[in-house]
Each structure stands twice: as C-alpha cells, then as structure tokens.
C-alpha cells in the first residue's frame, strides 16, 4: 500500500541537500529547561562505527585484568567473545571486580556468548574469570575515523 502524499512530504522532508551536494538529516534536539536550550542549528558529530578495527585475543583468569592496555583509538564499540565452552567471564569496570552478583560483581558473559557494548577509548573495562578457571575471550574493537 502507498503512503498517503502526505506520508511522503514527511519523509521527503527529513533530509536536506546541503550547498556541496551531500545528504544531511534534519534532526530535532530539545530540552525541558530552556536555559539549557540545546542549538538546533549547526554540525554534530555522531560516531559510529565505521572503522578500522582491531582483534585481540586474551587470557582471562581469576584475578580481574585489563584486557586493552592500550585500546584502538577514536574506539566506539567493543565487542567480546567468550570462547569457552564451560566458563563464565565477568565484565566490569573497576579493577575490584568479582565474578558473581555482589555489588562489585561483573555482567556475566556465558560460555560462547557474545557481550557487545559502545565504549570509547577512554572507557577502560576489566575481565575476571571464576576462581580456580580460565577463559579465552576474543574482543573486536572498532573506531569510527
């Protein structure tokens, strides 16, 4: 079934043509407080991720670690791979991380899951196996340039 013309100018009208050629989308900002009255005018940028990326394979064990010592910069998303078969990793983000759900306890990974989250370079995350196990996870890093 069509979209009623109507349907179509609102659609037509998300985008607009800028002097260079190129397609930008109109995009609406607002706020509650209008003293922190966000611009609707101007650029912004949005990272996404777009490349280069980066594979790392590491050894999780029970003592909490940082898995990227020196992440992918400009990263936007991480994604982790647990390739064990029987073991649980925990994701956190302090160094006193613990692999159960105590208040310092991590988001569990299962054996042969994927964990994917948006973190910057900045973000700094740490692994943790249970006690006495080990894993080995596969993480994909990926920067928006």
């Known amino acids: 079934m069509p979209f009623s013309s109507a ?4 659609e037509r009208d998300k985008f607009i043509e800028k002097p260079n050629g190129e397609t930008s989308v109109r995009v609406w900002v607002s706020n509650d407080t209008p003293a922190e009255a966000i611009p609707v005018s101007g650029s912004f940028n949005i990272s996404a991720p ?3 990326f980066q594979i790392t394979v590491f050894n999780v064990s029970d003592t909490a670690a940082d ?18 078969a029987t073991n649980t990793v925990y994701f956190g983000k ?3 991380l613990t692999p159960d759900n105590a208040a310092t306890g ?3 990974i299962g054996p042969e899951e994927d964990f994917n989250i948006d973190l910057t370079d900045d973000n700094v995350f740490f692994l943790i196996a249970e006690p006495g196990k080990t894993s080995t996870v596969k993480i994909l890093e990926i920067a928006s340039t």
């Open 7 to 10: 349907a179509i100018d609102r």
């Open 50 to 52: 777009t490349g280069p």
């Open 67 to 84: 898995p990227l010592p020196s992440p992918l910069a400009f990263r936007v998303s991480v994604s982790i791979r647990n390739r064990s």
């Open 94 to 96: 302090t160094s006193s």
């Open 106 to 108: 991590g988001w569990e």
